[in-house]
């Protein structure tokens, strides 16, 4: 019997707008924090993985592409992938690149950098992203951020199209910082509540 879908079996398209939104507009990249706080407020508060599991509408994409459109070799991921010494150091790379970011939207809104209208593309190659700000009324330090923010989200997108084709679909899964830092704060709850 086919299961009936629920509203967040759907949440793939929320991925896929916030994709194309930032591709004309970078002020919509703000609204990828929800993918940043909603794991954590969730782990935090009811010690387990939901949002991974149900809610992540990146994972839910990778999993349609690849398992039911195909694109994905169906591998298993290799052994060190999954270790704990590559997911901690991902998490530990993906964090300093992150407060980089934030960095350099500090120094945007003090005034001591010019706005950068660029989307750094797996952290390396800068790619003119002109086309997508006009200025608003806010610091231009708003817009520094939303581009810092959507190349860290572009980037992982495609490192998770990139492992979901060569392995199986939802690859991402099993190195995402987000994962990683959600299932720490898990154990660490599930301690604390053990020695009550």
């Known amino acids: 019997m086919k299961q009936k879908k629920r509203w967040y079996d759907f949440l793939w398209i929320f991925s896929l707008t916030y994709l194309i939104l930032g591709f004309f507009n970078i002020l919509f990249a703000w609204l990828g924090l929800l993918c940043f706080f909603i794991p954590i407020i969730i ?16 994972g839910q994409l990778f999993a349609l592409v690849g398992g039911k459109i195909g694109l ?8 060190w992938m999954k ?16 407060f ?5 939207t500090y120094l945007v809104f003090a005034g001591t950098r010019e706005l950068s209208q660029t989307v750094k593309l797996l952290w390396a ?7 997508a700000y006009h200025g608003t009324l806010f610091s231009p330090g708003v817009a520094q951020f939303a581009f810092g923010f959507y190349s860290v989200m572009l980037t992982s997108t495609i490192l998770g199209f990139i492992t979901m084709i ?20 898990c154990k660490a709850k599930n301690i604390s509540a053990s020695k009550k």
Not at 100 to 104: C, E, G, T, Y
């Open 43 to 58: 782990s935090v508060a009811k010690g387990n993985k939901a949002y991974c599991n149900k809610y992540c509408g990146r």
């Open 83 to 98: 270790s704990k010494y590559f997911r901690y150091g991902f998490l530990i790379f993906f964090f300093a690149m992150f």
């Open 72 to 79: 994905s070799r169906k591998k298993d991921v290799p052994k």
């Open 125 to 131: 190659f800068k790619l003119p992203w002109h086309w």
């Open 166 to 185: 060569f392995f199986k679909p939802r690859s991402w899964c099993v190195y995402c910082p987000m994962g990683t830092m959600t299932q720490l704060i």
């Open 100 to 104: 980089i970011m934030l960095w350099n």
